[in-house]
Each structure stands twice: as C-alpha cells, then as structure tokens.
C-alpha cells in the first residue's frame, strides 16, 4: 500500500493528494494547469523524510520573480532607449532643415529635454529593478541559512 501525501498547489493553492514517492517532483497542477513541486508541508512532515525535500511553500510560487524584475527593467530601458532615439530624430530633423517654417528654437529644446529625460528614465529604472532583483536573490539567501 503506497503511502498519500497532500499539500498545496504554489500557484492556486488548491490541495493535491499523490504518493509520498512523488515529493520532490514538478508536475502541472491538477486544478490550475501550472506546474508545482509537490511537497510535504513541515507540519506534517516525517522525521525520515530528507530535509531537502520538505518545502515551506511560501516562496515557491515566487521562484522567477527574480527573472521577471530584471525582465521589467529591461522593458523600460529599451521604451527609454527608443524615447531617446525618437528625441534624436526630431533633433536632426529640425537642425537638417526639415523643418523649415518659424522658430527651431522650442522644438530643439524640448527634443534635448525629451532625449535626456529618455535617457535617465531608461537607464535608471532598467538599475533600480535589476537592483530589486538582487536583493531578492540575497533575501531568499539569507532565508535559506535561518
């Protein structure tokens, strides 16, 4: 007789039954369709059971949020990128002559404006969340010693 298991879905926590031998295993959640590692909750969790198989399930739902920091600030650094290549444009057109008619003045200035506030945005987002990444990743660290 195979021993059963329960625990929770990471995603929808939604409780999942399954054969003690399946601790440790990712499978698609049988209520949400993503995938879960099944697991034995501590409290219910056996002396003869190995430790790297018992999980506390409150970060493993959030396992890629790393990645999806550094993804955001990536997003942000290329619209600000593509900001500032919109501010260029409009710059050269309007010091080619392009733009023939009244005074190039306001036009200049507010592309210089535009283009340095791109820029920054970019540039300075795309570092304050690959920022929030890592202490993320020192978070889970230190809570991995404790």
Known sequence: MNAEAKCKCTNCSQPISFPVEGVGTTIPCPHCGLDTILFIPPSLSNPATPKN??????????????????????????????GAGVALLILIGVLGGFNETGDKTETCIISVCILIGSTFQGVVLWALFNALAEIVRLLRKLVAKT
């Open 53 to 82: 198989f018992i999980a506390d399930n409150r970060n493993d739902g959030n396992k890629n949020i790393e990645k999806t920091l550094e993804i955001i600030g990536s997003i942000f650094f290329i619209l600000g990128m593509v």
